[in-house]
């Protein structure tokens, strides 16, 4: 199975596949890693997505980071793309089935399951809390739009970026779209430790930057507080994840409920690897696939 990203060798899925391969009965125990920089090029990422395709030997992939630049450099690549795919203009993974290439964005699908494991029911119409998305990529408009169309959604959404063009990308889906809620798209070139401060209570703050991880700093500075009560998610669990250690010294004091990225990975190679291999999984499966990759964590 292949693996897009920028250091897929460092990726606890290394160890985790092949003891899920075990588990579901998988035809193989191997990933096979394509390592790209942030904002390659766009015949890098044709030839990434040409070489994975005439590969016999890799029945599909997952896409992380690279999923709005695959998309947009390598989607006449593909045979079909899902409504998802077409919706947000990513490509989180792709498959071959019945000689077709087709690709996914699975991102709303694995957001949504790793949120409502820790957003409390009815948190943001009790609260009146908002949601603070930074970052505009794939993960973040995966965010945004899964939390819009939720039935306890925040009462307003701000999405940062420092790229206008993906705040005007997002800003053209919600209106194709037609979504509800009303979504502040807001450019920034640094810390946005003021538009934390004005947040109110109960408020929903993720870090989908990639800063931390694929790139160094944090979208936020060390002397950040937060106002109370707030839901802080860094959607990363590996890296200086310099956001999630600064939510994480402010906790007590500010009353926080801070979360790592870590059952969003789990989720999010989970769905993947269930439909390269056309595996169905029941809710035993997911216990027995979470327990492992803990272990092996």
Not at 216 to 236: K, V
Not at 262 to 284: C, M, N, P, S
């Amino acid at each position: 199975m292949g693996f897009v990203g920028v250091s897929t060798g460092e990726s606890s899925i290394r160890r985790i596949f092949p003891v899920w391969a075990e588990i579901l009965g998988l035809p193989t125990r191997e990933l096979t890693g394509f390592d790209l920089p942030v904002g390659a090029a766009r015949d890098d990422y044709r030839d990434v997505i040409t070489r994975i395709a005439a590969d016999p030997e890799i029945p599909g992939a997952l896409i992380t980071t690279h999923k709005i630049g695959v998309y947009q450099s390598a989607r006449d690549l593909f045979d079909e793309l899902d409504p998802d795919a077409t919706r947000f203009g990513e490509i989180s993974s792709l498959s071959k089935k019945d000689g077709k290439l087709t690709g996914h964005a699975f991102d709303p699908v694995t957001a949504g399951l790793a949120m409502e494991e820790f957003i409390p029911p009815g948190h943001f119409g009790s609260t009146g809390g908002e949601l603070l998305c930074l970052g505009a990529g794939g993960a973040g408009t995966a965010i945004v739009w899964y939390l819009a169309h939720r039935a306890d959604m925040p009462r307003r959404i701000f999405c940062t970026d420092r790229s206008n063009h993906k705040l005007a990308a997002l800003r053209a889906m919600l209106r194709r779209e037609r979504v509800r809620v009303h979504v502040d798209t807001v450019p920034v070139t640094g810390p946005v430790d003021g538009l934390i401060e004005l947040l109110p209570p109960g408020s929903m703050i993720v870090n989908a930057t990639g800063m931390g991880k694929d790139t160094p700093g944090s979208p936020i500075s060390a002397g950040c507080e937060f106002p109370p009560g707030c839901l802080i998610w860094e959607i990363n669990y590996r890296g200086s994840l310099g956001f999630l250690a600064t939510a994480r010294a402010r906790a007590a004091a500010d009353e926080l409920t801070v979360v790592d990225g870590w059952r969003y990975f789990v989720h999010g190679w989970a769905q993947v690897i269930a439909d390269v291999f056309d595996v169905k999984l029941t809710g035993e499966q997911m216990r027995r696939l979470s327990d492992a990759a803990v272990a092996v964590r």
